[in-house]
């Protein structure tokens, strides 16, 4: 299993970042697949969560409404569009399949 996570960076507050999420090495189109964040000093947290079909989606209380996490089977990607962002979604993001983490891709809100 391969997860590579991309698409981070620095942003001014309110701006808005696509995270992707390609994945390798099983069969994508059967799992869930979870983002989650992880800010300096503080513990990973759970940020959303997509079924294997897309049908069903959650989000952590403090993305709801900004965050939007979908997924394209046939590209093998989950991705997480991140909306109105604030200082306090500055955190290192993480894809995750049951047991298997990507590497992480820092996001930045500043001005």
């Known amino acids: 299993v391969q997860l590579v996570e991309s698409g981070g960076g620095l942003v001014q507050p309110g701006g808005s970042l696509r995270l992707s999420c390609a994945a390798s090495?099983?069969?994508?189109?059967?799992?869930?697949m979870s983002w989650y964040r992880q800010a300096p000093g503080k513990e990973r947290e759970f940020v959303a969560f997509i079924t294997y079909t897309g049908g069903f989606r959650n989000y952590a209380d403090s993305v709801k409404g900004r965050f939007t996490i979908s997924r394209d089977n046939a590209k093998n990607t989950v991705y997480l569009q991140m909306n109105s962002l604030k200082p306090e979604d500055t955190a290192v993001y993480y894809c995750?399949?049951?047991?298997?983490w990507g590497q992480g891709t820092q996001v930045t809100v500043s001005s």
């Open positions: 995750k399949l049951n047991d298997y």
């Open positions: 090495g099983f069969a994508f189109s059967s799992y869930g």
